[in-house]
């Protein structure tokens, strides 16, 4: 299921000040397509994610998966956040089913729900309670809930961003693993120009001020990719570039407000 993202802008109003955001975004992700937002704080690309995902409506433009216009959230699209967000009075096995008991029996949402808890690597804890698990299991958690409801788009908003290093890696190998067996078109929110560089077919790279994209780059290395580390640092070294620019604009920008209060 592709996703376009046509001409997206959207402007907040503080106190009576406007201020945009996102300033005409247009990408189109293919069907089966790993593709990563990556940019600076402030640039924008949380909020693209959540339009994507119907929670937060544009100012202009518009978005469509697989040719509908999203006109809210869908049982097409499962997103994952930063934080797990489980119920913590349910057990593991409670919460993958959760969104399923509406739409199948409960020994049918049972069975599904084990099916992806041994895809994250996590049937054995099926009765534990979320306080139980740690912050990268409680993730795999979220990430099995999202499948089990079976969309063709998975949107994540920096699911790793507050996971250590180790942890990381480990969740790392287990998408790529899920984004190979299930083929979902995947659109990954990072910071992390490594985490884009591991993962993706494209990396879009957004700046700020008003958050654009100011570059596409394709990776188009096969998987794993540890073999290919020269090469990406390549890569590594432009990304780092493009955002230090912006990162330096912003800095300047401050310091112009500051000096002129």
């Known amino acids: 299921m592709s996703v376009q993202i046509a001409h997206i802008s959207k402007t907040f109003q503080h ?13 189109t992700v293919q069907k089966g397509e790993f593709v990563s ?7 924008g690309k949380s909020t693209l994610l959540s339009i994507v995902a119907g929670l ?12 509908k216009e999203v006109k809210g959230p869908g049982s097409d699209r499962g997103v994952v956040f930063q934080q797990a967000a489980l119920f913590p ?13 509406k739409k199948m ?18 049937s054995q ?5 979320p306080h139980e ?3 990268g299991m409680q993730q795999r958690v979220s990430i099995a809930r999202a499948l089990a409801m079976d969309p063709e788009v998975l949107l994540m908003d920096e699911p790793f961003g507050a996971l250590d290093e180790q942890t990381r890696s480990r969740l790392h190998e287990v998408l790529e693993k899920i984004w190979i067996d299930t083929k979902k078109t995947i659109l990954f929110v990072t910071h992390s120009i490594q985490e884009s560089l591991k993962l993706s077919d494209r990396i879009i790279v957004m700046g700020t001020r008003p958050g654009r994209i100011i570059d596409e780059i394709e990776v188009s290395f096969p998987r794993p990719r540890d073999e290919f580390r020269k090469q990406l640092a390549e890569y590594e070294e432009r990304i780092q570039k ?20």
């Not at 202009?60 to 040719?67: D, E, M, R, T």
């Not at 009075?89 to 008991?101: A, C, G, R, S």
């Not at 029996?105 to 996590?122: I, N, R, S, T």
């Open 15 to 27: 106190h009576g000040v406007s201020q945009t955001v996102l300033d005409q975004i247009d990408l």
């Open 37 to 43: 937002i990556l940019g600076p704080s402030g640039c």
């Open 56 to 67: 937060t409506a544009p100012t202009s433009g518009k978005v469509l998966v697989n040719g």
């Open 89 to 101: 009075w349910l057990t593991v096995e409670e919460n993958v089913m959760f969104p399923l008991k």
């Open 105 to 122: 029996p409960k020994e049918e949402a049972k069975k599904k729900a084990y099916e992806y808890l041994a895809m994250v690597q996590l």
């Open 125 to 129: 804890y099926a009765k534990h309670s």
């Open 133 to 135: 698990l740690s912050g």
């Open 242 to 261: 493009l955002l230090k620019s912006e990162i330096d604009k912003v800095v300047k920008e401050e310091e112009s407000y500051a000096a002129g209060r």
